[in-house]
């Protein structure tokens, strides 16, 4: 390979049309054949392959890096051959919060990545910085920040938010802890429906797992306050510190949303109570957070005409979503209900001075920032550079506005009514496990005989039935798991932990989870997908009578 055929791998220095239709070709190429593997009628691109146990141990062995360039048609058809087997949100995609990224979303990322826009620096990346400053300020104003005071990045996910967020309320409470390290007392506190990604912070940040407080959850999936109330109480009574409560706002199997308000007021009273310096609170919002995009809709004159059974849901929602600016940071997740390829999360802290706290000084930042040249440099960010993420989410929010986002977000709850009703009146051994709270997920549950999700989460039942349950559905998912061509389907081991009348340890439950994130998914096609679940009961009947003969 010659010195000319390398430089041809590279997009044109002139934008002479020759190397721009080169390019064009190769995106061509690439689009016409992932789009030849579409299928609404199925939630794959083509054939999910088979993989044996052996797939990637042969992968491993034989794959070397070429000595030389196999030329870009090749490399193509070798990146349309990767695609073959993902899944692809049609009609037929509920299994989780992945969303099939928007055109606006894609040329986005795209466009940071033809120039290679690093938000570190607005000198080496002024496209990302100056999108990342947008954003901030849209969405700071979305969800009822003081945009004049609040600040905030993109970062690896909603995971690098609740970690963020934790060592900014670390620095808060301890301005000297960089230098001399955390005290040995700090405590955090979360629901016991959170996401794992606050247990992931307390372990990297040397506070430790034994100080992550876990609070109970009531039926509605979000934290008990008054059992928040005294495991605070009990800390601080022991001489701990409290540092950090994550509230989720949107807890991501069930859709139950923490009470920010009231979590504010009480860490606000136990405060003062015990003079104490403020507790940062996080709204874990990374998937709920964005239906804050409700925030300000005029629920009574009801302009874009939802149903009447939709906008009392979403009216229900945004009576605890719209709380969330209480709350020192939060985080929206652009990667699952934004529409947003990976990774694009945006953290946002209310008091944008507090990064100050987590800055570098000059002499240790040698190559960037703190120049007369240049004017935005993320020196208190975790990571160095970063990816301009901020390019497909300012694309994404151009391109779908308020109302955009509005119609999307207001369609999964239509779809999930609508798949609740016609679920548990099809199929009478189904529970719904998440009734009381309503989003784009809806958690059920099948029974041996009768539905008696009722009997479980108010405490009555046993062990041994919550376990065999469990066992049914951990049946279901290995069926509808292997039927994920036809409908994709979610599951969970822990959606919750209830209550069992003879132990003392609360018991997870599994359930299914019907999870509505592709736009193709409407209410005419429920019908289809719930054929889907009475086909796999039926195939579990048929295999357990085999067992028990
Ligand atoms: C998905 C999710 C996370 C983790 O986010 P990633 O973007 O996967 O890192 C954290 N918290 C909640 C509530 C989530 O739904």
Not at 70 to 87: A, C, F, R, T, Y
Not at 511 to 526: D, G
Request: hydrophobic share 35%; net charge negative.
């Amino acid at each position: 390979m010659d010195f000319k055929s390398v430089q041809q791998l590279f997009p044109s220095e002139d934008g002479n049309k020759l190397q721009q239709v080169t390019f064009l070709n190769y995106i061509e190429n690439l689009i016409e054949n992932i789009d030849l593997l579409k299928d609404p009628d199925k939630s794959t691109l083509g054939n999910i392959q088979d993989k044996n146990n052996d797939f990637y141990k042969e992968i491993i062995e034989n794959t070397y890096t070429p000595q030389s360039g196999i030329g870009m048609d090749k490399v193509v058809q070798e990146l349309i051959n990767l695609s073959e087997g993902s899944p692809y949100q049609t009609r037929n995609y509920v299994t989780n919060s992945i969303p099939v990224a928007s055109m606006a979303a894609i040329i986005g990322q795209l466009t940071t990545a033809l120039l290679n826009s690093n938000s570190l620096w607005d000198v080496y990346g002024p496209a990302a910085t100056e999108a990342e400053v947008r954003v901030i300020s849209m969405m700071s104003k979305l969800v009822g920040y003081d945009f004049t005071k609040s600040w905030g990045y993109t970062t690896w996910g909603g995971q690098g938010a609740v970690f963020n967020g934790l060592r900014l309320a670390i620095v808060k409470q301890f301005p000297h802890s960089n230098e001399e390290g955390i005290p040995n007392n700090l405590y955090c506190f979360a629901s016991e429906n959170a996401h794992y990604s606050l247990l992931k912070s307390v372990e990297a940040t040397g506070i430790g797992s034994k100080h992550l407080v876990t609070v109970k959850a009531g039926s509605d999936h979000s934290m008990d306050l008054a059992d928040l109330r005294s495991k605070l109480e009990e800390v601080i009574q022991k001489g701990g510190i409290p540092v950090y409560i994550a509230a989720t706002t949107g807890v991501t199997d069930s859709f139950g949303i923490d009470d920010v308000k009231a979590i504010k007021e009480i860490s606000t009273e136990l405060e003062e109570k015990y003079q104490l310096k403020p507790i940062h609170i996080h709204a874990d919002s990374a998937m709920g957070g964005f239906y804050s995009f409700f925030r300000e809709y005029d629920f009574a004159n009801n302009p874009l005409q939802f149903e009447e059974n939709v906008v009392a849901s979403l009216e229900k929602i945004n009576e605890r979503m719209q709380h969330i600016h209480l709350a020192d940071s939060c985080c929206f997740d652009f990667h699952k209900l934004g529409q947003n390829p990976y990774n694009a999360s945006l953290y946002l802290v209310k008091n944008g001075q507090d990064f100050g706290l987590l800055d570098l000084e000059e002499f240790d930042t040698p190559y960037v920032g703190n120049r007369g040249y240049g004017s935005y440099h993320t020196g208190y960010t975790l990571e160095c550079s970063r990816m301009g993420s901020a390019v497909s989410i300012y694309a994404s929010l151009l391109a779908f506005g308020v109302e955009g986002y509005q119609q999307l977000l207001a369609n999964y709850i239509r779809v999930n009514l609508a798949f609740r009703e016609k679920l548990v009146s099809k199929i009478p051994t189904i529970g719904i496990t998440n009734s009381e709270t309503i989003g784009p997920i809806t958690t059920f549950r099948l029974y041996a005989s009768e539905a008696s999700w009722h009997h479980e989460i108010s405490g009555q039942a046993t062990l041994q039935e919550v376990e065999t349950t469990n066992r049914l559905n951990n049946y279901l998912f290995e069926i509808l798991g292997k039927n994920r061509e036809g409908v994709f389907f979610g599951d969970t081991k822990k959606q919750c932990l209830v209550d069992v009348v003879d132990s003392k340890n609360r018991c997870p439950i599994y359930a299914a989870k019907f999870f509505s994130i592709s736009p193709y998914t409407t209410v005419e096609h429920l019908d289809h997908i719930i054929d889907a679940v009475e086909k796999a009961i039926s195939e579990l009947e048929e295999a357990t009578s085999e067992v028990s003969i």
